[in-house]
């Protein structure tokens, strides 16, 4: 995954709130009637005055990094499940599309989806940034076929292409995600297929403006993830699951949908991908380009394909 810097004070206090429920509990009781008023007040602020929408933006929390493995440590600690049992059904999903397959999981986590299709894939390559939450997944979900790595889609060789890639409700706490989805595009093989989960953002409040998950940096919609995608990928399926805890009840839904989570599968990765539509400065990335290489300092989205 690629993720931004973040100041060590930030992700220590929310380390110190994930190692103390109880007080982190004791402040969401204080705050979060404030912060739903904030919100409310905003919501019709945008409808009163639609001319200003720009004045009041979707703001994104701080991404703090990962600590997978010690938010589920202290679940433990406090009597509740170790993995929440509609993730491991979003993970065991994958095992789906895994079959006979050179599988990349990014964001692997404790190495639920990457055990699970290593049961059918031909091999499958898990890597995840945080050391803690590795070696747990590698002394616990071992197999033959499965290699962890410590680290980030940016850091993988061109030269390794997949057929599949994952990537199970990790979106969401990325801060850089276009460049996250530039990784996938130049690792995947032309056939190959990203399989991406994440919250629907308008599941319960819609059009709300920012996550009330300390950890999600940003959440989308169906509609943000098909057309963010749309410029990734020739052909791309929404579904969503009717049960959140049976996998097998997975169905279509379109872009209005306020079911969640969303899953997306997204087909004939574009290998050339034009991210600025039109003007003198339109660039044009290719995945053979140089990722080093910015070609316009202007436009935020600048770096290559690969």
Known sequence: MKTSSVSSSNSSSFKILARYPAVYAVLRVFFSPVKSLVARCRR???????????EFPYKKNEEIGAINIEIKQDRLERGEVFEWPNIVELNLLCQEFSANKQVLDVGCGTGCAAYAMSKNASHV????????????????????????????SDALDSEDMFDLITNIDVIEHVDDYLNLLLDFVRLLRPTGTLLLTTPNRNRDKPGKLCPSYPYHVQEFSASDLYFILNMFFDEIELYSLKDVYDRTSRIPVDINTRMTPIIVVAK????????????????KRSS???RQNAIDAEFPYSRNVS
């Open 288 to 290: 053979s380009c140089n």
């Open 44 to 54: 019709v602020a945008v409808h009163c005055w639609p001319e200003k929408v720009s």
């Open 268 to 283: 004939q990765p574009k290998k050339t991908i034009d991210i600025r539509s039109s003007g003198p400065n339109r660039i």
């Open 125 to 152: 390559v898990a890597i995840e940034p945080d050391e803690a939450t590795l070696q747990w997944a590698s002394h616990n979900r071992s197999a033959s076929n499965l290699r962890y790595l410590q680290g980030r």
